[in-house]
């Protein structure tokens, strides 16, 4: 078989595996997109088409949609370079039928339109699912959201825990804890009482993780008030595993458009964490970093401690440049039953699709080029590894 031939071979096998996506932001209660708008406010393309040069005039919430729309594609030719308008291509091929190669700002108005037709169908969301072949999403919930009306087998639930860990002082935040919680925080033993209630009231409802995203300056410790530590406390007790995000620092960029603010630095190291992995073997801990050169950390820590798992792509690691070096390292360095190969970060389910084909595309050939040219793995067994990445491993370390 060509080189061609193989990586097509693997990637069509790899889109016929169901797919259990374990980190989103999704609205369960509006998953799918309204209109284009939906899909260009997505802060990739506000960022790009902004940094691009297009005036935040547009990106405000009073600005008209479809204006709006017009002015993000209007600059694209500007940005058609990037991974995300590769992204965007994808969406309107597969959803709103668009057949040309590239999108121009010719095609605004009629990609608008086609958008308002198709989003409108009543069973547009089963659509979605089903051209994805998406079966689970995880969701990111705070601690006080409304868990009920919505198929928690579909849209798992995840305690998202940085407004506990950050912002407990502020009045409010205590307010919402009582009122979700039924216990009014006064000392440590209460803090404890209604943190633990969290988790049973999360539990109850399917939760199948806890997540946090952490700044490159932060250390857990280990201090009996520490909020962080009681989650950690609480992982355990519960069999959740619990998510760390590290290494993203807020309001970088402080003019920036809405959710474009947030970038990295190269302080941070997972050496910050030694006494929390080492403290709670009985947790895992699904690591993301924000950048390649910390990969190689990771990969290590993963290769030493059994309860630290590399989590998916992360945000400006998401293009392919750098999942596919990422991708062969962890290939290369960690056992294959730890990895958990993607997650979308979507905010809206129709980026499921585009994003995850990008992945199992890299997949496909970095699987092809480490594995199966150089006779180590036949190709039923390269299916076999990649399934193990994109379906088997999330479903083993989130027990879903």
Same mark, same amino acid.
């Given at each position: 078989m060509s080189a061609d031939g193989l990586i097509q071979s693997?990637?069509?096998?790899?889109?016929?595996?169901? /797919?259990i996506d374990p980190h989103s932001h999704i609205e369960p209660l509006s998953p799918v997109s309204k209109s284009l708008d939906d899909i260009l406010g997505y802060h990739y393309y506000t960022e790009l088409a902004h940094s691009a040069g297009m005036s935040q005039k547009l990106l405000g919430p009073d600005a008209d949609p479809r204006d709006r729309c017009r002015e993000i594609i209007r600059f694209m030719d500007r940005y058609d370079n990037t991974a995300q308008y590769g992204w965007f291509v994808n969406i309107c091929k597969s959803f709103l039928v668009f057949t040309g190669d590239r999108v121009t700002a010719k095609d605004a108005d009629a990609l608008f339109d086609a958008s308002l037709k198709a989003f409108a169908a009543?069973?547009?969301e089963q659509q979605v699912f089903a051209k994805t072949n998406l079966e689970k999403i995880f969701l990111t919930n705070e601690f006080d959201d409304n868990l009920d009306g919505f198929d928690t087998a579909k849209y798992v639930p995840c305690l998202?825990?940085?407004?506990?860990?950050?912002?407990?002082?502020?009045?409010?935040?205590?307010?919402?804890?009582?009122?979700?919680?039924?216990?009014?925080?006064?000392?440590?033993?209460?803090?404890?009482?209604a943190v633990r209630a969290l988790f049973e009231r999360f539990v109850a409802k399917g939760a199948k993780a806890c997540a946090i995203s952490l700044p490159p300056d932060f250390t857990p410790t280990p201090e009996g008030?520490?909020?962080?530590?009681?989650?950690?406390?609480?992982?355990?007790?519960?069999? @959740?595993?619990?998510? /760390?995000?590290?290494?993203?620092?807020?309001?970088?960029?402080?003019?920036?458009?809405?959710?474009?603010?947030?970038?990295?630095?190269?302080?941070?190291?997972l050496i910050q964490y030694r006494e929390l992995f080492n403290a709670f073997p009985e947790v895992t801990f699904p690591v993301s970093v924000l950048t390649s050169g910390q990969n190689q950390e990771l990969v290590a820590y993963s290769w030493i401690f059994p309860n630290v798992v590399p989590n998916g792509h992360w945000w400006y690691s998401?293009?392919?440049?750098?999942?596919?070096?990422?991708?062969?390292e962890r290939l290369q360095g960690v056992p294959k039953t730890?990895?958990?190969?993607?997650?979308?970060?979507?905010?809206?389910?129709?980026?499921? /699709?585009?994003?995850?084909?990008?992945?199992?595309?890299?997949?496909?050939?970095?699987?092809?080029?480490?594995?199966?040219?150089?006779?180590?793995?036949?190709?039923?067994?390269?299916?076999? @590894?990649?399934?193990?990445? @994109?379906?088997?491993?999330v479903r083993e370390i989130f027990n879903v």
């Amino acid at each position: 078989m060509s080189a061609d031939g193989l990586i097509q071979s693997l990637t069509a096998a790899f889109d016929a595996i169901p /797919l259990i996506d374990p980190h989103s932001h999704i609205e369960p209660l509006s998953p799918v997109s309204k209109s284009l708008d939906d899909i260009l406010g997505y802060h990739y393309y506000t960022e790009l088409a902004h940094s691009a040069g297009m005036s935040q005039k547009l990106l405000g919430p009073d600005a008209d949609p479809r204006d709006r729309c017009r002015e993000i594609i209007r600059f694209m030719d500007r940005y058609d370079n990037t991974a995300q308008y590769g992204w965007f291509v994808n969406i309107c091929k597969s959803f709103l039928v668009f057949t040309g190669d590239r999108v121009t700002a010719k095609d605004a108005d009629a990609l608008f339109d086609a958008s308002l037709k198709a989003f409108a169908a009543k069973d547009w969301e089963q659509q979605v699912f089903a051209k994805t072949n998406l079966e689970k999403i995880f969701l990111t919930n705070e601690f006080d959201d409304n868990l009920d009306g919505f198929d928690t087998a579909k849209y798992v639930p995840c305690l998202r825990t940085d407004t506990l860990v950050f912002k407990f002082r502020e009045p409010g935040v205590r307010e919402r804890l009582a009122k979700v919680t039924g216990i009014d925080v006064g000392d440590v033993p209460t803090l404890r009482k209604a943190v633990r209630a969290l988790f049973e009231r999360f539990v109850a409802k399917g939760a199948k993780a806890c997540a946090i995203s952490l700044p490159p300056d932060f250390t857990p410790t280990p201090e009996g008030s520490s909020i962080f530590w009681m989650l950690a406390e609480n992982c355990r007790e519960f069999k @959740l595993p619990f998510d /760390l995000m590290i290494g993203v620092n807020r309001r970088v960029y402080e003019k920036g458009v809405h959710q474009g603010q947030d970038l990295f630095d190269r302080r941070c190291s997972l050496i910050q964490y030694r006494e929390l992995f080492n403290a709670f073997p009985e947790v895992t801990f699904p690591v993301s970093v924000l950048t390649s050169g910390q990969n190689q950390e990771l990969v290590a820590y993963s290769w030493i401690f059994p309860n630290v798992v590399p989590n998916g792509h992360w945000w400006y690691s998401n293009i392919p440049a750098y999942i596919g070096a990422d991708l062969r390292e962890r290939l290369q360095g960690v056992p294959k039953t730890k990895l958990v190969g993607y997650y979308s970060d979507a905010y809206k389910l129709e980026f499921v /699709l585009p994003k995850y084909g990008m992945y199992r595309r890299i997949l496909a050939k970095t699987i092809a080029d480490e594995f199966v040219r150089p006779g180590t793995l036949n190709e039923t067994e390269a299916v076999a @590894l990649g399934t193990r990445l @994109l379906r088997d491993n999330v479903r083993e370390i989130f027990n879903v």
